[in-house]
């Protein structure tokens, strides 16, 4: 199945100058979806790896439905102030200023191989912030798969210390 044309481009979206890569369109078609997740699962089977990580939000949408088919945990990765239990923290640098992310203190354990699952790779900025977070909790970051990858935008640079992998690239 060819998913490039299940996904909706919206040019100068969220700004000027951007292509804005569309998921909802593929969401829409459910056999669409469910290839995409398919081919996600094929990926991840090439792994050792005992958790699924998905950051939000979009993450949240292929990495459940793996974690579902593949029999593992699925764990969020979220902005401040969202998870409701003990957790830790970690501040990232961005372009201009800082941000950061938090998971549940007890989500993950020290040792746990991880599998970190998003939507699209763009910078690459936010996924090293997860996978420090990862790290930080002891973990091991497995390999880092994404649907999309603009691989224009150069994200495996800023990602070259993880195994990173895609479904499309554009």
Do not use: C, W
Not at 76 to 92: C, I, N
Request: no cysteine; proline share 4%.
């Amino acid at each position: 199945m060819d998913l490039k044309s299940k996904i909706r481009t919206v040019e100068n979206f969220p700004k000027e100058g951007i292509s804005f890569k569309d998921i909802t369109t593929l969401l829409q078609e459910p056999e669409a979806f469910k290839f995409a997740i398919a081919e996600l699962v094929k990926i991840a089977d090439e792994y050792d790896y005992d958790v699924i990580i998905g950051p939000e939000a979009r993450g949240f949408i292929f990495s459940a439905p793996m974690a579902y088919e593949a029999g593992k945990p699925m764990v969020l990765v979220r902005k401040p102030g969202k998870l409701p239990s003990e957790t830790v923290k970690h501040e990232y640098e961005l372009e201009y200023g800082t941000d950061a992310l938090e998971i549940h203190k007890d989500a993950i354990k020290k040792g746990d191989k991880v599998l970190i699952v998003d939507d699209l790779l763009a910078t690459g900025g936010t996924t090293k912030a997860v996978a420090e977070l990862v790290e930080k909790l002891g973990a091991e970051v497995s390999a880092v798969l994404f649907l999309i990858e603009l691989s224009f935008l150069d994200g495996r640079e800023t990602l070259k210390d993880y195994t990173v992998r895609n479904v499309i690239e554009y």
